[in-house]
Structure formats: C-alpha cells, structure tokens
C-alpha cells in the first residue's frame, strides 16, 4: 500500500510541474476527513467519540495532514472539518500554511461544531475573491467559492486564466423527504455560481464543484449536475459512464453502505448548457417520474392520478399541487417551495394556458429526455472567434486502491470517505457556454 500511495503522491506533484508534452498541470483533492466529534470508537457503545480523545484526533489529524502534503495538490477541499475546536483549527492552518497554502474555513450553520476548509497553493494560484454560502436549511449546510486566478507558469494560455472552485457536503438522505432537499441545495450553489459570474462581470471559465456529495451516480443530484454539463473527474480519467456506478466506491456510511458519494465536478467553457431553471425543473419531474413509475404506474395512470377528481381530460394547477401533497414532494417543512411549485408548473404547462392536457404530461413530466450536454465542435466554433481556457482531466486516483475495485479495506482508518485527487491539465478551447 505504502508503493501505491508514492506512485499516486509522486505522480500527482510532478504532473503539477509538466505532463510529458511539457504542459503545466494543477492538481485538486477532495477528503471528508470524517470530523471527531462523528467517528465512534466503540460499535458497542455509540455515544464514544474520537473528539473525548485527543490523542487519537490529533495522532490521525497529523496523519491526514501528513498524507496532504505529500501529495501537494494545488487545491485542498476538507469535509467534515472540525471548525469548533481550535487547536485543531490551529494545526491545519500552521502546517497547511507553512507548507504554502492560503486556507478558508467555515462551519456550518447553528454551531454544528464541523464545516469546510478549502486551501489553495501560493505557487499556483492568487485568490481574486471568496464567498461563503449558507443555505439556512434543515442540514445546516453551507458551501465555500472561490474565484481564483492562475499565476505563472501555469497561466501560459493566458495572463488572467481565471477558475471558480465550490466546496461542499450535501445532506445525508436519512429518508425520502430529504431528497428534495439535496436537490435543492444544489440549485442554491449554482445559482449563486451563475449571480456572482454576472455580479463581477465574468467571461466564461472552468468551475470545479468538489466535495462529499452524499449520493451516487444513480440518484437525481448526478443526473441534475450532468444535464447541467459537468463531468465527473474521476469517472472521465476512467472512461467510465454515467452507468457504470459499480466501478468505484469512496465512502462506508454509518449504516455500514460503501457507495461512491464524494466527487470533483468540472464544467468547461464549451460546454452548451441549459438555462439552469429548466435543468432544475427537470431534475423534480425525474423526481417525480421515479416515485410514480416505482407505484407500477402506467403514462395513462400517471396522468389519471394527477387529474385527481377533475372529470376533464387535463391537469389543473390544483391537482398538480395535491399529487405533489401525495408524494411527499410538498406538505412538510423540507417540501418544495411556492415558487418552486410555480415555477415547475410554468415548465409543464407550455401553451401557457392554464391546463396541462396529455401531451403536455408527456412531453415535460413523463418522457421528458436527460439529454447530455454537448461540447462545442470546431466547425461551430468558426463562427465564434473568442477562444478561452479549460482543463483537461489527466489523471484520477483514489485511496485506498481497493476502493477503485468497489471494494472497502477494514484495516483503512483515515477516515469513512476515501481520497480523491485530479490531476487537470490548462487547454485552448472556443467559447461557448451557451444555452441549448
């Protein structure tokens, strides 16, 4: 295990310095490093925490920060950083900061005791701006950006090679209401992205979205950030697609699940996207298609149970809002909001006339197409003079190894998440973030 990890660290400093055409490269790593006051010591007795021990959280906090510098990736997102103590506080920021890295923290909402840290390396990058994000929910969650410019070389394309960088940890989906939720805090993270591009004026650039994002490639949070043109990093290093979810793992949850949770997003500027309500919309309807479909329903029966008691052939905005009662999307303190509501039944009802018939239903609600965003090819780009920078993916790993297997090591004790570091290489590429 120790030769992996050289091979892995080795690999990831000197592809930051040159790949083998000569191209500088910058590095990003992702870790929930599982927060004391959270890891049990005893399966016996769960109310024993690391955090009443501190010889044990600070021996694996130097371990973990040992492992980081080692590494040197030129970005650092932490989960699950334990922002309520401050010796420990102290350390990452004196050994991070000794080593080079300028880091911001910020703990969740209501004290929750843990939150983000995201750090950045002086050699790679000057900061223009940070932002925290809180979304004020049940979860107490909040997200960190960061808008920050390459410095030379590794800004050869460009003299102000900019990149957004978000770090997050959504909401753990202990039962069905929740997954709204999640949804929706993803909403909230790109539309603050998308207020803060226009509030500064920016031109198109890359965005990594990185962090524990407590779902797999299989629920409505992927399919959301994907037909929104972001890839996975670590799944396009693999060449793997969006249905090989089997392939990897990162993280054993609390109920003993190994599942592949934690991910580094990356939306280059020629990826046409869609307007970002639209993708919302659609990722509710997905929502709403699964809870439907898992009831057996047929389209025909679908569309009688939204007509509710309405004996004509079309859904009103009344039984739409009373099938959303029914399926536990509305009616409780983490349902969608008013304008949420409003907002979806705007998307299905597309003549505008008040009514949703059948065709409507079909179009919007029960086939509706995940299509994935496409890039832009060179004959179109003909047309569009303005050139820009992306990354490429050059490399991904994982560790431990054996969860690049779908397999989960006991003798690993870290943390319960894995590590995830992406090597990314500056390309030349046309401009055109535009709507599809």
């Known amino acids: 295990m120790k030769g992996r990890i050289s091979k892995i660290g080795s690999y990831a400093i000197s592809s930051s310095i040159k790949d083998h055409h000569q191209q500088p490269c910058i590095s990003c790593t992702t870790f929930n490093i599982l927060a004391p006051i959270y890891k049990r010591l005893s399966p016996k007795d769960q109310s024993i925490r690391e955090s009443d021990n501190k010889a044990y959280w600070m021996g694996r906090n130097h371990r973990i920060i040992d492992w980081l510098l080692y590494e040197r990736s030129s970005i650092i997102c932490l989960q699950e950083f334990w922002v309520g103590n401050e010796e420990l506080v102290r350390l990452y920021e004196k050994r991070l900061g000794d080593a080079g890295y300028l880091c911001y923290k910020l703990g969740r909402t209501n004290n929750r005791g843990d939150g983000l840290l995201t750090a950045v390396h002086k050699d790679y990058f000057r900061v223009v701006n940070s932002r925290d994000l809180l979304f004020n929910d049940c ?11 390459l410095v030379p070389p590794y800004s050869q394309y460009e003299s102000h090679q900019q990149v957004l960088i978000v770090n997050t940890h959504l909401l753990f989906p202990h039962d069905s209401t929740l997954s709204i939720v999640r949804l929706q805090q993803v909403y909230k993270i790109l539309q603050y992205v998308e207020s803060y591009q226009k509030e500064v004026n920016l031109s198109p650039m890359p965005i990594m979205l990185c962090g524990d994002w407590n779902g797999s490639k299989r629920g409505h949070v992927y399919k959301f950030l994907r037909s929104q043109g972001f890839v ?7 060449r ?3 249905s090989d979810a089997h392939k990897w793992v990162s993280h054993r949850n609390h109920r003993g699940n190994i599942c592949a949770v934690d991910f580094i997003w990356l939306l280059n500027p020629n990826r046409y996207r869609k307007l970002l309500k639209t993708s919302w919309s659609e990722a509710v309807f997905g929502m709403f ?19 509710t008691d309405n004996d004509g052939d079309y859904i009103t905005f009344m039984g739409f809002c009373e099938t959303l009662r029914q399926l536990n999307l509305t009616g409780h303190c983490n349902g ?3 304008k949420e509501i409003k907002d979806l039944w705007t998307q299905a009802d597309i003549d505008g006339n008040g009514l949703v018939d059948y065709k409507e239903f079909q179009q919007r609600i029960w086939n509706q197409n995940w299509s994935e965003p496409r890039d832009a090819e060179d004959g179109e780009a003909k047309g569009n003079k303005e050139q820009t920078v992306g990354f490429s993916v050059k490399n991904a790993v994982l560790f431990p190894p054996e969860v690049e297997k779908g397999r989960w090591p006991e003798n690993y004790s870290l943390s319960d998440h894995a590590r995830l570091t992406v090597v990314f290489s500056p390309i ?4 055109s973030q535009l709507v599809s």
């Open 336 to 338: 969608l909001t008013t």
């Open 232 to 238: 996975s990093s670590y799944d396009t290093a693999h």
């Open 289 to 307: 298609r699964y809870l439907l479909r898992r009831a057996s329903l047929t389209a025909e029966d679908a569309f009688a149970f939204l007509k």
């Open 428 to 431: 030349r590429m046309p401009c």
């Open 139 to 149: 979860g107490d969650r909040v997200a960190q950006l960061l808008h920050v410019e």
């Open 240 to 242: 793997y697609t969006d």
